[in-house]
């Protein structure tokens, strides 16, 4: 009896220490029994190790069968098959029901034929594969955007959405946008007129002929004046003819730098301010307008989102004083190398229009119904052509830059005024106002 006492004794004092084994002890009669626990065994998905024991075992488990599943090949040899990524617990007890080991089973997803496809589809890409969990992770420096899609979309293809991307994109991830601009527009205007005046002896009365008056082509131009009578009577024809040509060029010529995947934009015009609603003012911009998205997708490829915009200010439509906009606006998506070029052209824009105003009856007269009438005619035709060249650019120190003001010194006032130089001398040397020696400006060969 006093040895059982001193069992009871021992045992209580244990629990005292170890609060989690007597709260169990307590309350079922239950005691935590530990065993030796091995190296972890790691197998893949689908696939099947063998594991030999030590000592012989009269029982086997495994915690969970959905992820590994077991067989007995002999009282040592022990067959683990992995069935879904996750850990579990192999347990063995000996013949005499003690407990041999506590045996920890990583089930991990089956990479090794994942990196056998990923070195055929991106070779030459150095992209490390590890697992975690029932996922893998993907990392490493690749040489563009577009690998790095090819990779993740085939690893879903293995382990679903369980896959972590820390892959990079090395190389130069800056995209400088080089974009001319050039428009020739071309008007055409023709008008003509007339004017009669009838002077008869009566008080000098005068009548007058033609939908335009003698101004309505300008203060002088194309005017010509007869005049005949007889009898008392004085008959005056003023004619007025007027012809035009005119043309103008627009060109631009913006550079752009962005960072791969942001968007960056230029504006070469200028704002109107347009009254609001609320008593408020909107400036509405005009000009020439870019706004461009370009993303690396390789090495030296690269895929361009760019919106273009040439507007003007139209000062024959106007509402309330404001004067209208024409616009010409192209959006569009490409894939170029470093250093190609687009054109987006064919926007052609042709203008024509004439009208006749004349007296009713008598400018329908054959011949003579010309002096009774005013022709006009106008066309105005326009040509847009946008010529785009992305390059990938690195900054460079700033020693490496130079502005066209660096070569150009302000004249003292004796430069200036003795000797009629607007320039001083270059702070780089040379006798020209920016240091330019040899031949230079345009050459026609």
């Known amino acids: 009896m006093k040895f059982n006492n001193l069992i009871k004794a021992g045992v209580f004092g244990l629990a005292l220490t170890i609060p989690m084994v ?76 003690n407990l041999i080991a506590n045996v920890d089973v990583r089930v991990i997803p089956d990479i090794a034929e994942f990196k056998e496809r990923l070195a055929e589809i991106l070779p030459g890409e150095p992209i490390e594969v590890r697992t975690a969990g029932s ?66 002896l009566l008080g000098g009365s005068t009548l007058n002929s033609g939908s335009n008056t003698p101004g309505s082509l300008g203060p002088s131009e194309g005017r010509g004046l007869f005049s005949f009578g007889g009898g008392g009577i004085a008959v005056n024809v003023l004619i007025q003819a007027l012809e035009s040509k005119g043309m103008v060029r ?73 004067p209208g906009f024409k616009t010409r606006t192209t959006t569009t998506t490409v894939e170029m190398r470093d ?4 054109a987006i052209a064919g926007l052609l824009q042709d203008d024509f229009g004439d009208s ?24 105005r035709q326009t040509e847009l052509v946008i010529i785009i060249t992305p390059h990938l650019v690195k900054p460079v120190s700033g020693e490496a830059l130079s502005m066209p003001t660096d070569r150009m010194r302000v004249p003292t006032e004796e430069e200036l005024f003795l000797l009629g130089t607007i320039e001083g001398a270059s702070f780089l040397g040379g006798s020209g106002s920016q240091g330019v020696q040899g031949s230079y400006g345009y050459v026609l060969e």
């Not at 091995?38 to 893949?44: K, L």
């Not at 190790?49 to 007995?72: R, W």
């Not at 690396?296 to 003007?312: F, G, M, P, Q, W």
């Not at 004349?358 to 002096?371: E, R």
């Open 250 to 322: 627009t060109l631009a010529e913006p550079s752009v730098v962005a960072i791969s995947g942001q968007t960056a934009s230029f504006l070469a015009g200028g704002e109107i301010p347009i009254p609001g609603p609320d008593g408020s003012t909107i400036f509405k911009p005009y000009g020439v307008n870019l706004i461009f998205t370009p993303t690396v997708i390789d090495d030296n490829h690269i895929s361009l989102r760019l919106t273009t915009e040439v507007s003007a200010i139209d000062t024959a439509v106007t509402v309330n004083g404001i």
């Open 356 to 379: 006749i105003d004349q007296v009713p009856w008598l400018g329908d007269i054959p011949i003579l119904g010309a002096l009774f009438r005013s022709t006009n005619f106008a066309r």
């Open 339 to 342: 250093g190609q070029s687009f």
């Open 22 to 97: 007597t709260q169990v002890s307590a309350q079922s009669g239950l005691s935590v029994m530990r065993g030796t626990v091995s190296t972890n065994i790691t197998v893949a998905t689908n696939r099947a190790i063998v594991v030999q024991s030590d000592q012989p075992f009269a029982e086997i488990s495994v915690a969970n069968p959905g992820i590994a599943d077991i067989a007995t090949l002999s009282e040592t040899t022990i067959y683990v098959l992995g069935k879904a990524p996750g850990r579990t617990t192999l347990t063995l007890f000996g013949v005499d029901g």
């Open 135 to 200: 996922g893998i992770v993907l990392s490493g420096t690749v040489s563009g955007a577009r690998k790095i899609a090819r990779a993740m979309e085939l690893a879903s293809m293995y382990v679903g959405d369980n896959v972590t991307n820390l892959m990079m994109v090395g190389g130069s991830q800056q995209v400088m946008l080089k974009v001319r601009f050039a428009e020739m527009s071309r008007a055409t205007s023709k008008a003509l007129s007339s004017s009669i005046g009838i002077t008869g």
